[in-house]
């Protein structure tokens, strides 16, 4: 395991009690400490996990109290930051938008989690076959899921770039994203990879689904 799963559960603490988690989200966020978490064969490999959170402004985020938990800046620019800390755990807060366009109630006033990253940096053939596992996995739960990325054509968002990635949606609420292969800077800006809309949310001139209906464990090709 690479990730320091008890020092994550005090980070995502953390979060909840400076606001930036909901009671909800905080839930999500410490599901993956679990041991019956439904990715957990996937966090066991990962190098990193990350939190994405939403912000009204990214400059009024409580940096002072962070850096007493040993925050470093691993990349920012307007609306965005990132910081790392040890144990392979990084939190993410922006006020730019990172998603595609959704049906949703949040304002941008608002403070939310955008979803959680768990990110697979090696690129060898046994992590290759674990990540490919993530559209088995997620049909057995009836997650709705969709692949970015072709693993050819590398994934460009938030001045980064890697080989691939798969977004899992269980719920209207949750995002997971699982990104594939070395994380590597890029210099041709934000990125203009998105995440995908989460399908239960999905404007009505995107819907695909017969009658209205969202089916179940369906790739979504955006």
């Known amino acids: 395991m690479k990730i320091d799963l008890q020092k ?42 990350h939190y994405h959170i939403h912000v009204a402004d990214v400059s009024a985020i409580p940096y002072d109290l962070l850096k007493l938990q040993e925050a470093n800046i691993v990349n920012q620019a307007e609306g965005y930051i990132k910081l790392a800390f040890a144990g392979g755990i990084n939190f993410i807060f922006s006020h730019i938008p990172v998603a595609q366009h959704e049906r949703t109630k949040r304002r941008v006033e608002e403070t939310y989690l955008d979803h959680i990253g768990i990110d697979i940096r090696s690129d060898d053939k046994p992590a290759y076959i674990t990540f490919q596992q993530i559209p088995l996995v997620s049909a057995q739960h009836d997650f709705l899921f969709t692949r970015q990325g072709d693993g050819k054509d590398v994934v460009k968002c938030c001045h980064m770039q890697v080989n691939e990635k798969y977004w899992v ?43 209205g209906a969202t089916p179940k464990a369906a790739i979504f090709v955006n």
């Open 8 to 49: 994550l559960k005090h980070l995502v603490a953390f979060l909840y009690e400076q606001d930036l988690l909901s009671p909800g989200e905080l839930e999500y966020a410490q599901a993956l400490t679990e041991n019956d978490f439904s990715f957990a064969e996937q966090v066991k490999i990962a190098d990193s996990v």
């Open 169 to 211: 949606y269980p719920n209207e609420n949750l995002n997971y994203e699982f990104a594939f292969g070395p994380l590597v800077i890029h210099e041709g800006g934000f990125g203009v990879d998105l995440r995908p809309a989460n399908p239960f949310n999905k404007v009505k001139e995107e819907a695909s689904a017969c009658c």
